[in-house]
């Protein structure tokens, strides 16, 4: 279904333009990413329910993981109604306050998960530079505070903007697939130079700031690392952050990539943003619980022994 000038919607909805320019192609891209979401949402699930049902499981670094796959999966319901609706010739059409909440969590959730990286960052640092206090600095109550602050300036940063907004009543059409912040700002009859401030002061000093804290723990760990006395203890240490560092790269290259497409990339085909955009919001929830799946072994072995005792 494609968006048509002459289409008619409420002044409280608002028209999602889906793919542009590919709407012969939707009955084949639903397949993929279909696909894509299943991925996401039975491969976080299982995570989560590994740790849950797991005792040995019960760790700082495992609960980080935990939090980190509750934020993945919630990212991915947060637009598999609006994709898969446009996809499979549903709907087009978005409710105001669905939009803004939509708009709420897809921001808030990126916030979060970049929040859930600096602390599991943190727990690396501890584990490797302060292994004789690890457990007593992560200690269950100190993760649940932790968690909360997260949880608390993830969704504080992206509420001020968004209650500030009000709409045009003359153009209701939003060119994507799910509600994003920068399109939907541009529909606002309020002055928007604030809030793209905002906007972009809350990126620095969320994602921009953890990426910064990230690279200088991982400086400290590989100063500390490098004294120790072995090449055999300096890998084994290494190995132990090996998935956490794959995690930084695939959460972090989309955004790098989403940026570049949207400063340089005026003149490519406007359905070449929106797929930037939705692989940075599907890629890093797909590909996390394949990558500690595959990297830890006791997460790997966990779901054989779960269907080997149900088939028994």
Known sequence: MSVRPDH????????????????????????????????????????????????????????FLAMLALTDLCMGLSTVHTVLGILWGLSQE????????????????????????????FDHFTAICNPLRYTSILTNNRIINIGVVILGRSFLFITAPIVRLKFFHYSNV?????????????????????????????????????????????????????HLPSEAAQLKTMGTCGSHVCLILVAYTPVFLSFLTHRFGHHMAPHIHIFVAKIFVLIPPMVNPMTYGIRTKRIRECPLQLFTSHKL
Not at 12 to 38: A, H, K, Q
Not at 94 to 109: E, K, M, N, R
């Open 94 to 121: 978005i409710g105001l306050d669905a939009c803004i909440a939509q708009t709420f969590f897809v921001h808030g959730l990126s916030c979060m998960e970049s929040g859930v990286l600096l602390t599991m960052a």
């Open 8 to 63: 008619k919607i409420s002044n409280s909805t608002f028209l999602l333009t889906g793919f542009p320019g590919l709407e012969r192609d939707y009955p084949w891209l639903s397949i993929p990413f279909s696909c894509i979401y299943v991925m996401v949402l039975s491969g976080n699930c299982l995570v989560l329910h590994v740790i849950h049902t797991e005792p040995s499981l019960h760790e700082p670094m495992f609960y």
């Open 174 to 226: 939003i060119p994507h697939n799910y509600c994003e912040f920068m399109p939907l700002i541009k529909l606002a009859c309020a002055e928007t130079r604030i809030c793209r401030t905002y906007s972009l002061t809350a990126a620095f000093f969320t994602g921009g700031l953890d990426l910064i804290l990230i690279l200088c723990s991982y400086v400290v760990i590989l100063f500390t690392v490098f």
